[in-house]
């Protein structure tokens, strides 16, 4: 709790201070991942029926780190890397919790992560089954992160760009890691595949995940500027 709370309170900091400077509001997420556990599945392949943690365990576990984000300055959660679609209405509903707690809407932001290039996560949805299990819910985003690198992200967020009737996001990692775990795509690179996104109308929301640095930051930021965002 503590280290979300001072998180998100120097985000806060940064984003009031950059916004005073040049009059662009800026915006803080409360990113909260997919923990390293599953309720859809059991981590035991001798006992199909087990599960490691219960629904309200894991509800009670995405509350405590909402909860710390919020109080720091989040403005939205963004529950992300999502391989579970069981444990993302976990979250969804942890967020919802502590919305009655506060007296306040909390925006929810969502990002699904693919397991395999059939185009599905772990718990077997697709992009689309993604979306409409949680479409009820409306999201302020839905979208897709990590996974492959841009290039192999493009068709499944083609297809939820079609499908989905709010925001789409898009934070691709730099390629995939080489032997080393390393990546090897420079910010160039990952800018003129994201600015592809962009030109086609597909996102609004962009950014890089594992392997991005600032650099790769400011190259897609500026590759995407002359674009306008998807309608």
């Known amino acids: 709790d503590a280290i979300n709370v001072e998180s998100a309170r120097i985000a806060r900091e940064l984003a009031d201070e950059y916004a005073a400077k040049d009059g662009r509001p800026r915006f803080v997420a409360g990113a909260i991942g997919p923990t390293n556990k599953t309720l859809s599945l059991s981590p035991d392949v001798e006992d ?15 509350r405590q780190q909402a909860a710390g984000l919020v109080k720091g300055g989040a403005d939205f959660i963004l529950i992300e890397t999502v391989f579970d679609t069981l444990n993302a209405k976990a979250g969804i509903f942890a967020v919802k919790k502590l919305e009655r707690e506060l ?9 699904m992560t693919l397991t395999a290039l059939s185009g599905r996560n772990l718990s077997g949805h697709t992009i689309n089954a993604f979306w409409y299990s949680l479409r009820h819910l409306k999201p302020l985003t839905i979208g897709v992160n990590c996974a492959f690198g841009a290039d192999l992200l493009r068709p499944y967020l083609a297809e939820l760009s079609k499908n989905a009737d709010t925001l789409i996001l898009a934070y691709p990692n730099a390629g995939l890691p080489n032997a080393f775990g390393q990546y090897d795509e420079g910010p160039q690179d990952t800018a003129r595949q994201v600015a592809d996104f962009a030109r086609e109308g597909l996102v609004n929301v962009v950014g890089g995940c ?3 640095t600032p650099d790769h930051i400011r190259a897609i930021a500026d590759a995407v500027a002359e674009f306008s965002p998807r309608k």
């Open 48 to 62: 199909p029926g087990y599960r490691e943690i219960t629904f309200d365990h894991l509800v009670e576990v995405y």
């Open 103 to 111: 007296g306040r809407e909390g925006p929810i932001m969502m990002s």
């Open 210 to 212: 594992c392997g991005t």
